[in-house]
Structures are given as C-alpha cells and as structure tokens.
C-alpha cells in the first residue's frame, strides 16, 4: 500500500509540473499576446497569409536574424493556435505553374 501510494504521489507530481509547463508555453492564446511573444521571444513577423478551413486565417511569421519561423491558425473567436514551427526560413518568390500544368 505505501508503495502504491508513493507512486501515486510521484504520478500527481509529474502531473504538476508537465501542468506548470505548459502554462509557461501556451500553444494557444488571444492572437495579440501570441504575436507579442514570437515577436520578442524569437524575433519573428508576419511573412504570409491566408484563409483556412471554417473561416480561420493561417499566418506565417519567420525571423531573418534567426531564420526561425512559426505556422499558426487564428480562429474566428480570435484565439491563435500555433500549428509549426521551423528553423532556416528562406523567402521565396518564385512564378508557379499555371492551373493545369505540371511543375
């Protein structure tokens, strides 16, 4: 019995800090506190836009200092979830095939 209660207490324990953790890295939040961070945390500004699915817009920011980039979605109740992110962002702009055609 203690050592079921032992590893119980380990168990919550983990629980506590992996709770704790997450609170000091949130993937999600209001859009305007998550651009504030990636912005001062790692440098990064909006590099690209678009809509995705159910109304939400997908943005890209990317740092060129760090090269580091974040993919994230921005719900229409306004909170931003990040989907990605990467390292050695490089900007391109580079003509597409026309519909239909192969690359």
Known sequence: MTMQLFALSLGFAGLILATQAMAESPRCGPRDAVIARLAKRYGETRRGLGIAGNDAVMEIFASDKTGSLTITVTLPNGIMRLVASG????????DLSARGERA
């Open 87 to 94: 390292l050695a962002y490089e900007e391109m702009a580079e």
